[in-house]
């Protein structure tokens, strides 16, 4: 599911929802919302997932198409509940 392609591919930046390389990149929906293109929405969430930003990887062609789609949701899931209060 979506917590383990987070954990195997992302956590090492993104660990808890924060972001250890960008200060204020986090994964909280507040976060996402100001500096994301296209807001807190699935299909922001996973455009930056298949091509990257700065020094985030793209990851279209690494993960598989289900992969994608399982730490969008995941990452959407937990941006307004686990994560909401990451700074």
Request: hydrophobic content about 35%; overall charge negative; charged content about 20%.
């Amino acid at each position: 599911g979506g917590a383990d392609v987070f954990a195997d591919n992302c956590s090492t930046c993104h660990v808890n929802g924060g972001n250890v390389i960008s200060a204020g990149k986090v994964l909280s929906k507040t976060a996402i919302e100001e500096y994301l293109d296209g807001g807190y929405t699935k299909e922001a969430i996973e455009y930056q997932v298949r091509n990257g930003k700065g020094p985030m990887p793209a990851w279209e062609g690494v993960l598989s198409e289900d992969e994608i789609v399982a730490v969008t949701d995941y990452v959407y899931t937990q941006a307004g509940g686990a994560w909401a209060n990451v700074s």
